[in-house]
């Protein structure tokens, strides 16, 4: 692939490396945006189907991106949102208990956490391993480890947000559907950017957030329910989530059954009319591209500072367990951390620094200047 800024409106002096704070607009999202927001201007000119075909749409692509029928998708209005739908429909026995690992995303931690604390049921965190080789390997190891059949459910990102290992999902999948526990992750960081399959990780709820690497709006996202959630209890209930409600005739019947699949987990008011089209064209756009080569771009622009960071002899994993879209850089005890974010700052570069970690993330729009600028400040600190 080749370098897709002209697709952005990134100013030219910035060298934005921080996609997992949040990611640019698409010159063609943003005018999807903008057609959204004056098609209220004449209320007439939306129409009774405009409530539910673009958001079919939306999941049909989602679907495709994930590998999943569209039925089985729900439009959410944040992850926390669709993580609690996941989380409360997860049956509990008495001395059962949950999984998350160590410095979770705080929704994750939180949502488990009071789910628990309702159940009367233990909180499991697995640490991570002290050593930086081999550190992926080792945690999910471990993590495969503390599953067995007292777990009723495992939550977690899909690679760590704030180092971008990646974790073997597909073997915790494995294991989780041996052990009958609900295997619920959180796809913020990766989906869009790092091929993810729902079917082949045995994953039974995928969560994320829109304006990452989904390359949409903000409070939006997408989350997909497997059919064991198919009979579960909603956080709402919506009109719109029941079955017949396009026909605006019977709205009064209110009828008890909900529409097919994950329907019932739609966000109240899901039809936005200026979200939707946003998100559809960056999920056409993602697609056009294809994850695997948005994956390889990236990789491929990184060997620079890999280098550097081989010749600094800064301990990394190895890269195939390592995130190129999300690229946890460990700081070093004697680095002075507010002068390199001042530096950073003056040379206009973006990057998130989290607890131990400067956090590189880079897209499609980036280019070898960008990572070149980065290794120049980082050499005059490191």
């Keep these: 692939m080749k370098n ?10 910035l060298h934005y490396l921080n996609g997992a704070y949040m990611s640019p607009n698409l010159k063609s999202v943003e005018q999807a945006g903008i057609k959204g927001i004056l098609r209220k201007s004449d209320p007439t000119s939306i129409k009774e189907h405009d409530f539910f075909e673009p958001a079919e749409e939306v999941k049909m692509l989602f679907g495709k991106l994930i590998n999943s029928s569209a039925s089985q998708i729900a439009l959410i209005p944040s992850a926390s949102y669709g993580l609690m739908n996941a989380i409360q429909n997860v049956p509990i026995k008495k001395g ?34 002290k050593s930086i080789v081999g550190r992926t390997q080792k945690w999910t190891e471990d993590i495969l480890e503390h599953i067995n059949e007292d777990t009723a459910v495992v939550v977690m990102s899909a690679i760590h947000w704030m180092e971008g290992l990646k974790f073997d999902l597909k073997a915790i999948g494995e294991k989780c559907r041996q052990t009958n526990t609900y295997f619920i992750v959180d796809g913020s960081q990766s989906v869009g950017a790092l091929p993810l399959d729902v079917q082949e990780f045995k994953i039974d709820a995928l969560i994320c957030a829109t304006y990452k690497w989904l390359l949409g709006p903000y409070s939006s996202g997408l989350a997909y329910y497997s059919e064991k959630y198919n009979d ?39 039809s936005n009319f200026i979200a939707l089209p946003m998100l559809k064209s960056a999920l056409e756009q993602i697609l056009d591209w294809g994850v695997e080569s948005i994956q390889t771009y990236c990789f491929d622009l990184l060997k620079p500072l890999r280098d550097f960071l081989k010749e600094k002899d800064l301990e990394k994993d190895e890269d195939a367990r390592v995130s190129s879209h999300l690229y946890g850089m460990y700081l070093p005890p004697k680095l002075k951390t507010s002068q390199l974010k ?41």
Aim: hydrophobic letters at 30%; glycine letters at 4%; one cysteine or more.
């Design 96 to 129: 059962q208990h949950a999984i998350t690992v160590s410095k979770e995303f705080p929704s994750d931690h939180l949502a488990l956490r009071k789910f628990c604390e309702k159940k009367n049921a233990e909180l499991k965190i697995i640490d991570p391993p």
């Design 4 to 13: 897709q800024k002209h697709l952005f409106d990134l100013p030219k002096d």
């Design 342 to 382: 001042e530096d950073f700052k003056a040379h206009k570069i973006h990057v998130s620094t989290r607890e131990d970690y400067i956090r590189i993330s880079p897209h499609v729009y980036n280019d070898n200047h960008d990572i070149s600028e980065l290794i120049k400040v980082l050499g005059k600190h490191i």
């Design 232 to 270: 579960g209890e909603p956080i709402e209930h919506s009109w719109m989530t029941r079955k017949g409600s396009y026909d605006f005739r019977k709205l009064t019947a209110y009828p008890r059954e909900y529409g097919e699949g994950a329907m019932r987990y739609n966000v109240g008011e899901f």
